[in-house]
C-alpha cells in the first residue's frame, strides 16, 4: 500500500508559521504594554515627589519662586499622567487584538491538526482492510492448494 500523505499538509504548515507570527505579535505587544505601564508608574511616581517635595518647602520657609515651579512640574505631571493612560488604553486595545488574533490562529492549526489525524484514521482502516483482505486470499489460496 501507499505512504500515508496528507493532501494539505502544505496548509497545516501555513497555519503554524500563522500562529508563530500571532505569538510573537502578542509577545510584541504585551511587551509594548509593559513598557507604557512602566512610563506611566514612572510619571506617577515622579508627581508624587514632586508634591512631597511641595509639602516639605511648603512648611519650611516660604520660596514662592520654588513653590511656584514644584506647582508647575506637578500640573505638568499630571498632563503627562493623563497622556499616558491613553497611551496604555491603546496598547492594551492593541493586545486583546494581539490575543485574539492568536487564537484564531491556534483554533484554526488544531482545525487542521485534527483533520491530519482523521485523515490518518482513514488511511489505517483502509490499510487494515487491505491487509486483511490479503490475508483472506492467502488463506483461501492456500486452502485451495490442500484440496
Known amino acids: 500500500m501507499k505512504k500515508f500523505r496528507y493532501s494539505m499538509e502544505s496548509i497545516l504548515k501555513i497555519k503554524l508559521k500563522l500562529e508563530e507570527q500571532a505569538k510573537l505579535a502578542y509577545a510584541n505587544a504585551r511587551n509594548h504594554l509593559n513598557a507604557e505601564e512602566e512610563k506611566?508608574?514612572?510619571?506617577?511616581?515622579?508627581?508624587?515627589?514632586?508634591e512631597e517635595e511641595q509639602r516639605i518647602?511648603?512648611?519650611?520657609?516660604?520660596?514662592?519662586m520654588k513653590l511656584k515651579g514644584i506647582s508647575q512640574s506637578i500640573d505638568i505631571m499630571k498632563l503627562k499622567i493623563e497622556e499616558q493612560k491613553v497611551v496604555v488604553e491603546a496598547a492594551k486595545q492593541r493586545l486583546e487584538l494581539a490575543r485574539i488574533r492568536l487564537n484564531e490562529a491556534m483554533v484554526e492549526r488544531k482545525t487542521q491538526e485534527k483533520l491530519k489525524e482523521k485523515a490518518w484514521q482513514e488511511y489505517?482502516?483502509?490499510?487494515?482492510?487491505e491487509e486483511q483482505k490479503e490475508i483472506d486470499e492467502l488463506n483461501s489460496f492456500n486452502?485451495?492448494?490442500?484440496?
Open 40 to 50: 506611566l508608574k514612572y510619571l506617577r511616581d515622579k508627581k508624587t515627589s514632586y
Open 143 to 147: 486452502y485451495g492448494s490442500a484440496i
Open 57 to 64: 518647602l511648603s512648611s519650611n520657609k516660604l520660596n514662592i
Open 124 to 129: 489505517m482502516e483502509e490499510f487494515e482492510a
